[in-house]
């Protein structure tokens, strides 16, 4: 391959790169870089569906590796411990994302109640994120602070006790009812140089922001100006409202002294997560038949949303996990998309997560055009619980990969992680999607992975995280691919991570990330 600035130039043998070569600059000798043996040049890695700045602020309590409240309850006290100005200050906020009770013995929430076992952090203001984003666990603090609370939350829930008395545990829209402190520039400024450090070193070099405020944007606007962003970031903009707000939102195409900047999408929530109980189904929950989950909007205010932005211009992502909230969407989708002039190719909307889908629906995001954006890494880490919530049949229209793809009129399938709902390696992505087994090589059903008829070969999991996913973002004519005339965005991998054994390509190293033509990161 053969790059010259920015671009692409020529790629072939070296028998043929050099005679070309030779004909176009019959004066001018041709620099060769030799790759390290067994390694290999895959084109810039994207991911799909993350949250930028969520990584770096996770990264500073991160939960996620604990087995139990006393696990949170001992991390808790190692932050005091190593942030003496928090511990000297009781009235400083405490907060910190990961916790995942599937993971606990018992399987349950926990309450306001576990804090204070623990005298060091009884009369703290603590608010915690479970691991999906989609609730809050909350000190007695942080309860009375915002007390009253109201009995019902349109979208959302408060748990109560048989007493009626909150909990600590607060689900998607009653979430809102948490005001956290405002972060101020400069912790703003290290989440995102953190989650850049992190990006780089796995290869990313394109990344789709799936919930960025106009606060957000306009951060995002002053690096772009400056030539300060390392990667190609494609934001979708978004807010809490129910009324349009579109034009609060800028449209930015190539945006910035690099032209890595992108906003022409917005990002609107049908339902919660599956992980608690929040994704909204079409029949009751198996392990908890007295829900279907939660609608976060109903549906006339989501297609009033949908109708206004497609008007508007701006391609409409939308995060939909159960089946109700996919059917829901699709029914949206088809109703805009079944109309005179209507071109699914230009709008190219899409359902963030794609979940948990009836096989008709499977079948009718296909027939429509829709793009599924979907994140391998939730299979394996839900599939330990999944099918207790849904059953063994409803499970079979679930993280169906395989079957999205093969729908797909155009073979689309934009592959995620959620970072930091998941890790931030896409390889993580890449080995989850092939194998469909955890990273010990394990599933429910054994070696074999989990549903392996929905995994997704080699060759279709990097196309997902190249290709498709430049797709997505309107880019196919620039970047996704390695070819005369694209950009110069490529990654140098130790390994053929399309031809090692399953369980060798999670040790697979990023040995350089080049962006525009420039290393970014390692060395060539």
Known sequence: MVVNRDKVLLLGTQEHIRAQWSIRHPNTPLKLFQTKPGSIIVPGLADAHAHILEWGYKEQLPLADCLSVDDVITKLKQYLHSHPDVLQDPTRWITGMGWDQTKWPTGQFPTADDFDREPLLRGRPIVLSRIDVHAYWVSHSVIEKFSPLPDTVEGGLIIRDSAGNPTGIFVDNAMELVHLPKRSEAEVSESF??????????????????????????????????????????????????????????????????????????????????GSWGAALLAPYTDKPETTGLMRSSVSALHDLVEKFYADGWQVNIHAIGDRANKVLLDIFEDILSRPGADVRKWRPRIEHAQIMQPSDLERIGRLGVIASVQPTHATSDMWYAETRLGSERIKGAYAYQSLLQSSPDKILPLGSDFPVEGINPLLGFYAAVSRLSVNGASPNGTAGWYPAEALTRKQALQGMTRDAAYAAFAEAERGILAPGMKADYVVLDRDIMAVPVGEILKTKVLATVIDGRVAYGAI
């Open 193 to 274: 140089e953190i989650t850049m450090r992190d990006a780089l070193s796995v290869g990313l070099t394109s990344i789709h922001d799936a919930w960025s405020t106009p606060e957000d944007i306009a951060f995002y606007k002053r690096l772009g100006d400056d030539g300060k962003l390392p990667v190609r970031l494609y934001l979708m903009g978004a807010t809490t409202s129910d009324e349009y707000w579109g034009t609060q939102i800028p449209r930015l195409i190539n945006y910035g002294r690099d032209g890595r900047l992108t906003v022409r999408s917005v990002k609107l929530f049908t339902d919660g997560a599956l």
